[in-house]
């Protein structure tokens, strides 16, 4: 099925006319599924999860969270699930959260997400051990790059383990600024993998941070390669922000799949 599993609504109303706004561009690229979510810090439900953003020492990364946080209803989400459920749209709509993993929130995550009328859960990784790495380049000025993807890759492979999540958001986005550690991701990489597969979480092939940074589109060659070996499920996604972005690169990255 033609798809793209990774769109986020948080710049219109709660509408179906606002929904309208993505089916008309999904259904011009002849997408057959859609995925519409938001991050879940939008929702002041989930903000217990979000404690490193509070506490950053970063004051880019206290502001932008500030003004970010808790600033949609989660009920209003929830009822426009409703809505979309028993609308005539000619394409399947799935709704969903992207919940940003921490390890030491584990259990939280599931207490705040388990009994959530959903049709699946997206784990992501926008902050490497208290690193905020994917906000602005600026931020890796004096960084220890071996130590950030280190970091990344152990947060991602503690998400996989946790089985919390139907789908690991844009699995090595810790490139997205074009760094590149000194040492083979390759062992990293089979862990990874190996973790999706045991847990049963299917793995986003992405075009979002190449549309952002011009980034290489989806997971790298060995990434892929590695999710091939241990059977890892995949799924398409542009992780758009607007209309205009859905769809974005689908060929490209049905292209990467196969």
Known sequence: MREDMHIHLEHGEYTLEWVQTFVDIALHEKIERIGLLEHAYLFREFLPVYTRYEKNNEPYIRDWFQRKAATKSLSAFL????KVRKADFPLEIQFGIEMDFAPEHTEEIYRLTKDLPLDFL??????????AFDHTAELWENKDID???RDFFDTE????KSGLFDIAAHPDCIKLFGHIPSFSLDSIYEAFAD????SGTAAEVSSGIHRRTGAPLGPEKPLLEAFKRKGVALVTASDAH?????GYCL????????
């Open 79 to 82: 009822a426009l699930k409703e």
């Open 122 to 131: 997206v784990g992501s990784v926008h902050d490497a051990n208290g690193f």
């Open 147 to 149: 130590k950030a993807f």
């Open 157 to 160: 492979i503690a998400l996989a």
């Open 195 to 198: 973790a999706l597969q045991k």
């Open 242 to 246: 607007t209309p205009q972005d859905v």
């Open 251 to 258: 060929d490209e990255l049905e292209a990467l799949c196969r």
